[in-house]
């Protein structure tokens, strides 16, 4: 409960009998049932709303199926439970509330009268873990309506297998498959909470940020957004994209780990601690480091056809916001893996990049970047596929805003997901700036331009432009770091 929330408790408690005359519990009517809400002067809330059937049992690997009804008055005013994950240390909280049924979502409204712009939140984690939280407190809230998505995670969200395949004619990709069932849901539910359903951004961090660009990507996604920010994180994260047959295969792994000898009944009727501890075991050759695992995207051929570029460059052109912090990870796998890492990054570049990067001679490191190594996988990960995601989406016609982000207020380096808290919270950089007026001037017109802001120059491939966000305020700026970034064309 935010301060805010107390405030206005105490208010309540002081003239319980005036509150409650003002701001009865809300209660509408949305697919599957009523739902009651909690009020907060014109503002309300809800959490844990059903888009779907619960993915259990016989649905578990299986496309979302429609929300079951319910009789009475559901109560939508209680955190509700995250997806099942491993306990990464970070995501405790999600980790001890984490169940099977999960494909819920969250919405806080300024009213539930008028017709606003709706911001769609889809969190990050490796798409292994994480949840909303409480993003729906967000000041973000007071301007537009506010949405977050719960969707399936790693084992759970992402796994393909041959019988799943020969079942459904593909497998895998369940979380995103979730996250089109929830916009729909939203397209056909938004209004009731004073939300445009013809005037939706998607935005999301990391992993959220990699499934907004793959939901840009998707066919079925097409017609059920209209925008589209990208925070540290793009289609591929710089990697070769994962064939259907080699992602089956990493499903037969999991089956030979729990005895199921191809039976899908039996992967159904695994339980969940069984297959949250399979997950830690599965390997990618492909890949450095196995945290990575459903970092990687599989070509499942059913949410993704073909490969994200192709399917990009036939989508329609969409405004989007692409950016990334300044410094972002360090080397996947350590030191001990970086050759390989160049290699495969660069390939017949890799002379080119190691010259740059200075790891034939004294590596190149630098205050605000991090050291050669820490430079390597930022350029590699995050900020290059970002560029070429801009470029690639400038090229087509869409409207196209690049960042780098490099604010603190320690002065020390940036680190992954630093921004959320300038974008959705109450920080502030350069003399009281901060991102989220930027953030909300998009999501209702497209630019996120407007009155008493320093300039944000659009992107274009004849002219590559971003701004740089930094504690001394905002900056305009050309091309970002082109290089290195002009070695490597990946997303």
Request: glycine share 10%; net charge neutral.
């Amino acid at each position: 409960m935010n301060s805010m929330m107390r405030l206005a408790g105490l208010a309540c408690a002081a003239a319980f009998a005036a509150c409650a005359s003002a701001a009865p519990a809300p209660v509408i009517k949305v697919d599957g049932g009523a739902i009651r809400g909690t009020a907060q002067n014109d503002s309300a809330t809800f959490r844990g709303i059903p888009f779907a059937a619960p993915p259990t049992g016989d649905r578990r690997w299986r496309a979302p199926a429609p929300v079951a009804a319910w009789s009475g008055v559901r109560d939508a005013t209680k955190s509700p439970a995250a997806c099942v994950q491993n306990d990464q240390g970070w995501n405790r909280a999600d980790y001890v509330s984490g169940q099977e049924d999960c494909l819920t979502l969250d919405i806080r409204t300024p009213a539930l009268t008028g017709k606003r712009p709706v911001l769609v939140w889809i969190h990050g984690g490796s798409n292994r873990a994480g949840s909303p939280g409480d993003m729906v407190s967000s000041p973000v809230a007071n301007e537009v309506v506010l949405v977050g998505v719960r969707y399936r995670l790693g084992i759970f969200g992402f796994l393909s297998h041959p019988k799943l395949t020969a079942e459904a004619g593909g497998s895998g990709n369940y979380g995103l498959m979730d996250q089109i069932a929830a916009l729909r849901w939203i397209q056909r539910n938004i209004a009731k909470f004073g939300g445009d359903p013809n005037n939706v951004t998607i935005a999301g961090e990391s992993a959220g940020s990699q499934d907004v660009s793959l939901l840009l990507a998707a066919p079925e996604a097409r017609t059920l957004f209209h925008k589209a920010i990208m925070e540290s994180g793009s289609p591929q994260f710089g990697l070769p994209t994962r064939s259907l047959r080699d992602a089956e295969r990493i499903g037969q792994q999991a089956d030979d780990l729990l005895g199921a000898a191809g039976d899908l009944d039996k992967l159904r009727a695994a339980s969940v601690p069984a297959l949250l501890a399979v997950d830690k075991q599965l390997h990618d050759e492909t890949l450095e480091a196995d945290d990575y695992m459903w970092l990687r995207t599989t070509i499942d051929g059913r949410v993704l056809p073909a490969e994200p570029r192709q399917l990009l460059a036939e989508g329609p052109a969409r405004p989007v916001i692409v950016g990334t912090n300044r410094f972002e990870l360090d080397l996947p796998g350590g030191r001990v893996h970086r050759d390989a890492f160049v290699a495969k990054a660069f390939g017949p570049r890799e002379a080119d990049a190691r010259r740059f990067y200075g790891f034939d001679g004294l590596p190149v490191s630098d205050p605000r970047l991090g050291s050669a190594d820490q430079q390597l996988a930022t350029d590699v990960t995050f900020r290059c596929p970002a560029v070429n995601m801009a470029t690639l989406l400038a090229g087509k016609g869409a409207s196209v805003f690049q960042y780098e982000f490099d604010a603190s207020r320690d002065g020390r380096m940036t680190t992954h997901s630093a921004e959320i808290a300038y974008a959705f919270g109450d920080q502030t950089f350069g003399g009281g700036l901060s991102l989220r007026p930027y953030w909300v001037n998009f999501a209702r017109t497209g630019n996120p331009n407007g009155p008493g802001l320093p300039q944000w120059p659009q992107f274009a491939v004849a002219a590559p432009a971003h701004v740089l966000f930094t504690n001394s305020g905002v900056t305009p700026s050309g091309s970002l770091r082109p290089e290195i970034c002009s070695l490597i064309d990946r997303l």
